[in-house]
């Protein structure tokens, strides 16, 4: 159609690519502000040792309540400060905001466990993450045992040598890492043991499918049990119901994270969910002592 129009398709076609540029910058601009007028938010959501009714970590999840846009879930604007080049702030941003909460619950006495933090693929190419970690672990005054980064397959795909790089310097910082998403990515198995990973995320959607879907059920229990035999930790991702946890108890898979046990809470409503006293929390060793 356009060959038809010649050379009158060029202004045909010319508004449309400025509207989209014009919304590009629009939301560029939104996105800035927002970093700077603190429209993001974290919420943090529980994993559960259900064989012991544990406490074990809590995952730091990224919210944007836009004045103008409304609520807005990571999944549309992760990838927009993905394009957009804005994502290692937006990590740098969490990081800070993570520990911050941190330190906050150390000095309130509020009891929790190791926050897990999401890094964007895009940090290992970008950015220096081992220096956002360490100043913000620094700046707040937070032993690295409380924190745990994770991070996805896609991350390995530019560089394996650098990505084993900066684990390994993120570790010789003592912070956890865990493998987000397991399975779903540009998986090799061989990623397990050439990096130092401590902890293996089952995705949600392998979860979602079990018990009832055959083959299905047969990846879950294949993924357990390679994870125990290299003595990895494991977190299952998106539990919803009795079944899906029941059948995970039975290939000894205790750690849930999951709307089974609760949603991600902002920070008043974790400090109610751990009043309620369902669940306990190790005990963890007087500040002073750790350092
Ligand atoms: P993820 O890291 O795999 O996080 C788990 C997602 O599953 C979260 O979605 C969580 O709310 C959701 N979820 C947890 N339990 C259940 C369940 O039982 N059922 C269902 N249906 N969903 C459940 P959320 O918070 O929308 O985050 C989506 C993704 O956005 C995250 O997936 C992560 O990849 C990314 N993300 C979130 N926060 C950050 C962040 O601070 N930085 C970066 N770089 N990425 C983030
Ligand atoms: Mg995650
Ligand atoms: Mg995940
Ligand atoms: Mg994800």
Excluded at 113 to 137: D, E, M, W
Excluded at 222 to 246: D, F, M, N, P, T
Aim: one cysteine or more.
């Amino acid at each position: 159609r356009s060959k038809d129009l010649g050379r009158n398709s060029f202004q045909l076609y010319k508004p449309a690519m400025n509207a989209r540029s014009l919304e590009r910058l629009a939301m560029e601009s939104k996105f800035k502000k927002a970093l700077r007028t603190n429209e993001f938010k974290l919420c943090f959501q529980p994993q559960i040792d259900a064989k012991h009714q544990r406490l074990t970590g809590l995952e730091a999840l990224v919210r944007w309540q836009s004045p103008e846009l409304g609520s807005i879930s990571p999944a549309q604007f992760i990838p927009l400060a993905e394009n957009l080049g804005l994502i290692v702030e937006l990590d740098i941003w969490v990081i800070n905001k993570a520990c911050q909460q941190i330190r906050l619950w150390l000095d309130e006495g509020v009891p929790f466990a190791k926050v897990s933090i999401n890094v964007s693929a895009l940090h290992f190419s970008q950015g220096n993450l081992v220096l956002a970690v360490q100043n913000a672990l620094h700046y707040w005054h937070v032993d690295p045992h409380w924190v745990e980064i994770e991070i996805t397959e896609t991350s390995f795909i530019s560089s394996l040598p650098e990505a084993k790089k900066v684990l390994t310097n993120l570790k010789k910082l003592g912070v956890k890492i865990a493998l987000d998403d397991f399975g779903t990515g540009y998986s090799a198995l061989s990623y397990l043991t050439q990096l130092p990973i401590d902890t293996v995320k089952i995705d949600a959607s392998f979860i979602a499918k079990v018990p009832d879907e055959y083959g299905n059920s047969q990846i879950v229990t294949a993924i357990i049990a390679l994870a125990k035999s290299l003595r990895l930790g494991l977190v299952a991702e998106g539990v919803e119901k009795a079944a899906q946890l029941r059948f995970l108890e039975q290939l000894e898979c205790y750690v849930i994270q999951g709307f089974y046990f609760s949603k991600p809470l902002y920070p008043c409503e974790y400090v109610r969910f751990i009043a309620q006293k369902k669940f306990s929390v190790l005990a963890s060793l007087p500040e002073p002592l750790l350092k």
